[in-house]
């Protein structure tokens, strides 16, 4: 019986970094050292998400059509008819940046300082939510991901409950065709991610 080789360092388990940048800023440095990418490299208008709930879920689906001809039970062309990729998470840091993010834009008004602050979140009108970009790094600081033209599609409903639970926006990004032709690019840095 053959035994299969396996290595664990290609086996990637943790659930990483999340970024949020307006639609448009450049790309992280792609400087690789060590068979890593810096963490330091989402600087300038990249800012970090915060923490999950249960970390973070990328999806590319495809849907497709079959083409039949009578004298065949089965298709003689499989043709793709559309392809949607999205990025999923739950953030728990509840706060009005957050939810100025979640909802694709809107006002951000605030009031005060220090103890006195007082922040107002009022959500954009229909038709004017904005774009944004997601970026994503392991912890390992081997793997990136970015998708370029993103809208959050997901349904805004935190619970508010006792105890331990958590109120959290669940984000669900999707992403569209952006201008330099593609919805979303991955990175992997290393021989051993290669």
Not at 33 to 45: E, I, R
Not at 130 to 140: L, P
Not at 150 to 161: A, E, N, S
């Amino acid at each position: 019986m053959a035994t299969p080789s396996i290595d664990p360092t290609k086996i990637l388990n943790d659930p990483g970094l999340l970024y949020y940048a307006p639609l448009g800023t450049a790309e992280p440095s792609m400087t690789v050292a060590g068979s890593l990418f810096s963490s330091a490299a989402w600087g300038g208008l990249w800012v970090p998400f915060g923490p999950t709930d249960e970390g973070t879920e990328f999806s590319d689906k495809i849907d497709t059509d079959d083409m039949m001809v009578e004298e065949s039970a089965y298709p003689v062309k499989t043709v793709v008819t559309k392809k949607e990729a999205s990025v999923a998470f739950n953030l728990v840091e509840f706060t009005a940046t957050r939810m100025k993010q979640v909802q694709n834009g809107g006002t951000l008004q605030v009031t005060g300082s220090g103890a006195t602050t007082l922040s107002t979140f009022t959500p954009p009108a229909v038709g004017q939510e904005v774009r944004a970009m997601v970026g994503w790094q392991s912890q390992q600081d081997d793997v990136r991901l970015i998708g370029y033209q993103c809208l959050q599609i997901g349904t805004i409903k935190p619970k508010f409950r006792r105890g331990t639970a958590k109120a959290s926006y669940e984000a669900n990004w999707k992403m569209e065709l952006s201008s330099a032709g593609y919805p979303y690019r991955f990175f992997f840095a290393g021989t051993i991610r290669g």
